[in-house]
């Protein structure tokens, strides 16, 4: 049984990915500044400031995983990419494994072409989300080696916009978009937490980014 906690335990990400690792046997614990509406069975639920870096220290000394769920919009924006750093400080001076949940704008399109963010058709409006992801992608690939860390991408269509139904199966890849044989990329909630869950059980990703879909 693995300690984990999640970082925003109480959005949608979070709330899969939480529902994922209690069904594997988890001991999980939400971090987050509200309380759950449908809390999931079997975890535990605090409320705390991630940005704060006592809170983050704490975090680390406690658990085996932290996942960050952080999404950097409304008044998060600019505030994920400090606060993931503080986490992965903390994660590496503590032995902790670091997990962040980040969009797909940073992938490729495709092989050879732009990153997502780039393609034409990329809506303004989360442009400023994505950036800072991929911001944060990048200061985990210039960390030390004494941080073990992973950092998945779902795939484009994923959101709470498009909840999606379990099947039970995915597929992984590495730094390209994935698409279905009609070019849509699309995971379920339930099926991404099950992905994240299964990387925390069976890892697979150390200092690596990798994407899911089906």
């Known amino acids: ?3 984990i906690a999640v970082i925003g335990g109480t959005g949608y990400a979070g709330r899969h990915i939480i529902s994922a690792a209690a069904s594997q046997g988890h001991a999980v614990t939400s971090f987050s500044r509200s309380e759950p509406l449908e809390p999931v069975d079997g975890a535990e639920y605090r409320t705390a400031d991630v940005t704060n870096s006592e809170v983050a220290t704490a975090i680390a000394e406690e658990f085996d995983v932290i996942v960050s769920t952080l999404a950097p919009r409304g008044d998060m924006v600019g505030r994920v990419r400090p606060a993931t750093a503080e986490l ?23 092989d050879g072409g732009p990153k997502v963010i780039d393609t034409d058709g990329f809506p303004d409006a989360i442009k400023p989300e994505a950036s800072e992801a991929g911001d944060v992608l990048d200061d985990l690939r210039a960390s030390d080696e004494s941080l073990d860390w992973f950092f998945i991408s779902p795939a484009g269509g ?57």
């Open 88 to 110: 992965a400080s903390a994660a590496a001076a503590h032995g902790t494994r670091l997990g962040v949940i980040g969009g797909a704008g940073s992938l490729l399109a495709y």
């Open 158 to 214: 994923f959101g709470s916009f498009a909840p999606g139904e379990e099947t039970g199966s995915y597929r992984v890849g590495g730094e390209i978009l994935l698409v279905d044989d009609e070019g849509a990329s699309f995971i379920s909630g339930a099926d991404f937490g099950r992905a994240v869950a299964d990387e925390i059980t069976t890892p697979r990703h150390r200092r690596a980014r990798f994407t899911v879909a089906y």
């Open 1 to 3: 049984m693995t300690r």
